[in-house]
Nanobody, 125 residues
C-alpha cells in the first residue's frame, strides 16, 4: 500500500516555473515506478511523465518534452516534477501515481495502482 500526497501547485504567469512534489508513505517506495498525470477542466486525465524505480530512466509526453523534468529521491520517498516555460495550456490538476510495472513507457492510467489527490496548477497568459 502506498499513499501519495502532492504539493507545490499554484498560479504562475506564462513562461514561469513551478516544482511539484509528491511525498509517498511506505517502505517500498523505491520499488515503484512513478508517474505524473494531469487533468484539465472538461478533459480526460492525460499522461505527463514517468520515472523508473531507480531514477535511471524517464519518459515524457511530447507536449512537455524539453520543458518538464521528472526526478525522484528514494531516500526521501519523494518524486518531483520541475515545470519550466509554462504555458496556459498546462493549466490542470496534476496527479502523481505509483506503478509496479517495469516498463519505461508506463503511460496508461490503468498501469498505475495508487494515486494522490492532486494539486492545482494555473498558468495565466
Amino acid at each position: 500500500q502506498v499513499q501519495l500526497v502532492e504539493s507545490g501547485g499554484g498560479l504562475v504567469q506564462a513562461g514561469g516555473s513551478l516544482r511539484l512534489s509528491c511525498a509517498a508513505s511506505g517502505r517500498t517506495f523505491s520499488s515503484y515506478a512513478m508517474g505524473w498525470f494531469r487533468q484539465a477542466p472538461g478533459k480526460e486525465r492525460e499522461f505527463v511523465a514517468t520515472i523508473i524505480w531507480s531514477g535511471g530512466g524517464t519518459y515524457y509526453a511530447d507536449s512537455v518534452k524539453g520543458r518538464f523534468t521528472i526526478s525522484r529521491d528514494n531516500a526521501k520517498n519523494t518524486v518531483y516534477l520541475q515545470m519550466n516555460s509554462l504555458k496556459p495550456e498546462d493549466t490542470a490538476v496534476y496527479y502523481c501515481a505509483a506503478s509496479s510495472g517495469v516498463s519505461l513507457q508506463l503511460r496508461r492510467r490503468n498501469e498505475y495502482a495508487y494515486w494522490g489527490q492532486g494539486t492545482q496548477v494555473a498558468v495565466s497568459s
